[in-house]
């Protein structure tokens, strides 16, 4: 039963994973280049200063692409569920609901971490030929809110697509909406968010609370 859910999941996932692996794969690529170009053209201790006293990562192209790839994962593989009333039989399943939940979350959120983890890999792997290893950390966690932000975006679509009401998928939309916010508040900072990653953390695992409580909600009836 286990490995059968895993691989109805799979299913569900595993076109958009690849597009954003590649996708993801590019990007820090073109991060590379441009990096490379900036040292061709002014030279590796130019590149220093400028990360140094005017907070430049040369990550900015990543921002917003973990939060459009958890978005379209998240769409991918919960609004099947509803759009076409898979949700229905598969919690007629002889399996408990918390862990059918809990199996769902942890697929779409290992997908995540596996695409995100690869790309913040190969940027650091080549940061590390030209930077010392506190400049390659301060790049790293200034990428680290944008995939959280990715995180966050995939369990707030996962909470609403499961979500039977709208009154409760406008209020985990405006909930969701406001943690993403939080995180790009502080633009073009390097490592701007080290002080609030654990608040933020346990925030996300919150989100990750209500996708159960829309499933409760389902299996009792409250739907528009």
Not at 2 to 26: C, G, M, P
Not at 176 to 184: A, E, H, N, Q, R
Request: proline content about 4%.
């Amino acid at each position: 039963m286990y490995s059968a859910l895993l691989f109805k999941e799979w299913l569900k996932t595993r076109r958009v994973f690849f597009v954003a692996l590649i996708v993801s794969l590019l990007v820090a690529g073109y991060v590379i280049l441009t990096m490379n170009s900036h040292i061709s053209a002014n030279g590796v201790n130019i590149l220093w200063l400028g990360m140094i006293l005017k907070d430049c990562s040369f990550v900015d192209p990543v921002k917003y692409l973990p939060l459009a790839i958890g978005m379209a994962l998240g769409i991918a593989q919960m609004a099947p569920e509803m759009s076409h009333k898979r949700l229905k039989l598969t919690l007629h399943l002889p399996y408990p609901h918390s862990r059918l939940v809990s199996l769902m979350l942890a697929t779409g959120t290992i997908q995540l971490l596996v695409i995100f983890v690869l790309q913040a890999i190969v940027i650091a792997v080549y940061d590390a030929t030209i930077l010392p290893g506190e400049m390659v950390w301060r790049v790293l966690l200034t990428m680290l809110p944008w995939y959280l932000a990715g995180i966050c975006a995939y369990l707030c679509v996962s909470a609403v697509c499961l979500e039977g009401t709208w009154y409760t998928r406008v209020i985990l939309s405006l909930l969701g909406i406001t943690l993403m916010m939080v995180m790009f508040l502080k633009p073009g900072v390097m490592a701007a968010y080290n002080s609030m990653i654990i608040v933020i953390i346990i925030l996300i695992l919150i989100l990750a609370v209500l996708s159960f409580g829309s499933i409760a909600r389902f299996k009792e009836g409250l739907q528009d």
